[in-house]
């Protein structure tokens, strides 16, 4: 079993999921990040145990990362370590 962190946890607001995801599945390592299929419809992106970002397919995941990466253009990651305040790490 997996575990990581949700950053966008809000305890006042079950709406932004709980305090970390967890799954049994493997990730698809992709560009530095991992890449879980946790629901049908659901594609978790994570670096460093922090889920970064939520896609409803592989395909939209990997071309964020592209995005990220390569510097190429607008992506929709949210990478702790390149805001001001880091979010929680995993314990």
Known sequence: MTKYVNQ???PKDRHY?????ETEVSPKHYRGFEIYHRTMSV?????????V???AGL????KDIDAYVDGS???YL?????EP???PQMR
């Not at 594609?43 to 889920?51: A, E, I």
């Not at 395909?59 to 990997?62: D, E, F, N």
């Open 53 to 55: 970002g939520q896609y």
């Open 85 to 87: 305040e880091a979010a």
């Open 73 to 75: 253009g607008i992506h």
């Open 59 to 62: 395909g939209g995941a990997q």
């Open 8 to 10: 966008w946890h809000n």
């Open 17 to 21: 999921g709980p305090a970390e995801y």
């Open 43 to 51: 594609y978790d992106v994570v670096r460093n145990g922090v889920c």
């Open 78 to 82: 949210s990478i702790p370590e390149d």
